[in-house]
Structures are given as structure tokens and as C-alpha cells.
Nanobody, 124 residues
């Protein structure tokens, strides 16, 4: 089992920044990729960014490119998402996920473990 706990969400004005953090515990050696997803009311959960736990190429949704940065700290077992230039359409619950695969990491079905989510609200 892997436990994931997100933090750092909140209310911010458009153009502002937030840094989300995900702390992993448990059998952390069992996953290969960490990802951030988000889900707005009435919409499906969508991919935001992913990073291999061992380091390497990061991937971003088109909506996140140039504004968001995913990073991980193996010593602290954390994965962060720095979000800049936030827009009202970024408003959603953001979830951290852990996958045992390095493939299809933009797909929700590739992730076995999820955190409880953290709310991000961007006002216009």
C-alpha cells in the first residue's frame, strides 16, 4: 500500500501562484511514476503532469505547459506542483497519484493509488 497526502491548495487571484505538495508513505518502492491530475465540478479527472520517481522526462498537459512545473524529492518522498500564472479555468480539486508503470502516465487508469485531493480555486 502507498498513502498519498496532498496539501497547498487554496484561493488565489488570477495570475497568482500556488505550490502543491504530495507526501508519499508506505511501500514507496512499488511505484515508478508520480502524477498530478485535477477534476473540476461536472468534469472527468484530467491529467496535469507526471514525473518518473527515479528522475527523467516530465510530461505536461497542454494546459499546463509553460505555467506548471512538477518536481520530486526522493529523500523527502514528496512530489510538488508549482503553478504559476493561474487562470480561473485551473479551478479544480487536484489529486496526486502513484503508478507502477512508466507508460500511459497521462491516463487515470495507470494509477493505482490516489490522495484525497486538495482544492484550488482561482478567482477572476
Amino acid at each position: 500500500q502507498v498513502q498519498l497526502v496532498e496539501s497547498g491548495g487554496g484561493l488565489v487571484q488570477a495570475g497568482g501562484s500556488l505550490r502543491l505538495s504530495c507526501v508519499a508513505s508506505g511501500r514507496t518502492g512499488s511505484y515508478a511514476t508520480m502524477g498530478w491530475f485535477r477534476q473540476a465540478p461536472g468534469k472527468q479527472r484530467e491529467f496535469v503532469a507526471s514525473i518518473p520517481w527515479s528522475g527523467g522526462t516530465t510530461y505536461y498537459a497542454d494546459s499546463a505547459k509553460g505555467r506548471f512545473t512538477i518536481s520530486r524529492d526522493k529523500a523527502k518522498n514528496t512530489v510538488d506542483l508549482q503553478m504559476n500564472s493561474l487562470k480561473p479555468e485551473d479551478t479544480a480539486v487536484y489529486y496526486c497519484g502513484a503508478s507502477s508503470s512508466v507508460w500511459n502516465t497521462d491516463k487515470t487508469w495507470a494509477y493505482r493509488f490516489w490522495g484525497q485531493g486538495t482544492q484550488v480555486t482561482v478567482s477572476s
